[in-house]
């Protein structure tokens, strides 16, 4: 009787793991848990993007720009990031029709490249702050590029979105979610 229980145990620990995999393909990918949500933004101070033309004046991102009273987007892009080229033209729009502050954590690129991307695709960010190691954006939660999150003026962060914002997000979520918090 022992020797066919032992038999049964790889195809029940088989059976376990194919059900936890079936589980999760009922989830949304885009819906990863964020543990920053209703909390503070975290400490940080980036310093900006080399050679950008508002670099003289801009001291970079750190966490006192996002507590200012005004509600923000930060948007965590690479210039190595096709998906990053994809919503940036939304994040232009948003920046452009809504008034809406747009702030940009450079992730783990090179200042050349990211300038020549920003000067081909046009420069919606107020801020940049170049995250050259990629440690600010461990301190966010930022599971990969590109990411966006909506910041209160309290520096709460309520809002994480992670890849590309498409059309649909930005006027079934975001956009309301601005509008709310702006109240």
């Not at 909390?39 to 900006?48: G, H, I, N, Q, T």
């Not at 994809?86 to 940009?104: D, F, K, S």
């Not at 000067?119 to 702050?129: E, F, K, S, V």
Request: glycine share 10%.
């Amino acid at each position: 009787m022992a020797r066919r229980l032992l038999y049964l145990l790889p195809l029940v620990a088989f059976l376990g793991v194919a059900f936890y995999f079936y589980l999760g393909l009922g989830r949304d990918p885009q819906q990863l848990p964020s543990a920053l949500i209703g909390k503070p933004v975290p400490e940080f101070a980036l310093p900006p993007l080399p050679g950008r033309e508002t670099a003289a004046t801009d001291p970079g991102l750190r966490t006192a720009n996002l507590t200012a009273g005004e509600v923000v987007l930060v948007n965590v892009f690479a210039s190595w990031c096709i998906p990053c080229r994809a919503e940036h033209p939304l994040l232009t729009r948003i920046a452009e029709e809504t008034g809406t502050t747009v702030h940009a954590i450079n992730y783990k690129d090179k200042p050349e490249e990211a300038l020549a991307w920003l000067q081909r695709l046009g420069d919606p960010y107020a801020r940049i702050g170049a995250d050259r190691d990629g440690r600010v954006a461990i301190e966010w939660g930022v599971y990969g590029v590109p990411e966006t999150f909506v910041v209160d003026g309290a520096g709460i962060i309520r809002y994480r979105f992670a890849g590309p914002l498409h059309p649909g997000e930005v006027e079934d979520r975001l956009l309301p979610l601005l509008k709310e918090l702006r109240g």
